[in-house]
């Protein structure tokens, strides 16, 4: 059963033929491809929040050429072996819904799995993988899910909102954090910035109790000149390339990466 929640009242949702309605009456439709929009108007700054569509079509194609299946596979084990029955499983700012497709495919039909994020076009990318999630137009910082009925949060390289997680997880649930480090694709920063700063990562932390916290680095071998512009295209590096430098961009082609990530896992305290 979801628990899925109005973004207005944050009363539980209720089924109604194609809309989902709260005992207060506010009413949301769902969208002919099955996706539900819960972002209320004061929850967005903008007309259109969130990646646009270019930036959403590199990292779809990117993502399915299966390069950073190596993180998806340290999130995915990590369930696994803290299973549950009928696991509620939130993955927040799933973009264009790659990594929450493939949680739903590894871990199968012993969870609800629910995507989130707040591009529109994002979520109705989305929705084509399967109709199988729960792809919700949401802000992080007005979950629209009930109060503590979750059993696992994911977020990987987004901005979490350390309440709403807080308020969302059950008593015993946790949250897994995918962060990145310093050297995460070093190679491109080297290749557009004039100086590669070195960042601390304190104003990531979260303030729960952290059972498991480990870092993760591989280098991946981009196999053409496509995959690698899609991936540079999916970060923000790219939109900060100045003019003088963009030059470097018809050097690309065959390019070798570094991941180098941190994984955090919390739980309420």
Wanted: hydrophobic share 30%; net charge neutral; with cysteine.
């Amino acid at each position: 059963m979801h628990k899925l929640a109005c973004p207005k009242c944050h009363q539980p949702l209720v089924l109604d033929g194609h809309s989902y309605k709260c005992q207060n009456n506010h009413c949301f439709d769902i969208a002919k491809s099955q996706y539900i929009n819960l972002l209320l108007n004061p929850d967005k700054s903008t007309n259109n929040p969130g990646d646009n569509k270019e930036s959403l079509q590199c990292r779809k194609n990117f993502l399915n050429q299966r390069y950073y299946d190596v993180i998806l596979n340290e999130v995915v084990t990590y369930i696994s072996r803290h299973n549950c029955r009928h696991m509620q499983i939130l993955d927040l700012g799933c973009g264009e819904g790659y990594y929450t497709y493939r949680m739903k495919q590894e871990l199968g039909d012993n969870c609800t799995i629910y995507g989130l994020d707040i591009s529109k076009d994002g979520i109705q990318m989305a929705s084509k993988y399967t109709k199988d999630i729960y792809w919700i137009v949401g802000n992080s910082k007005n979950i629209p899910i009930q109060d503590h009925s979750l059993d696992v949060i994911t977020a990987l390289f987004t901005v979490v909102n350390a309440k709403e997680i807080q308020r969302c997880l059950k008593e015993d649930g946790y949250m897994i954090h995918v962060t990145a480090n310093n050297k995460h694709l070093i190679e491109f920063k080297e290749l557009i910035y004039d100086e590669v700063k070195v960042k601390s990562d304190e104003h990531i932390r979260l303030p729960f109790e952290t059972v498991k916290n480990y870092d993760f680095q591989k280098t991946i071998h981009l196999k053409n000149r496509e995959d690698t512009l899609n991936l540079l295209k999916m970060t923000p590096h790219y939109y900060h390339i100045k003019k003088e430098r963009r030059h470097v961009l018809d050097t690309l082609g065959e390019f070798d990466v570094t991941i180098d990530i941190r994984i955090t896992i919390y739980k309420m305290s």
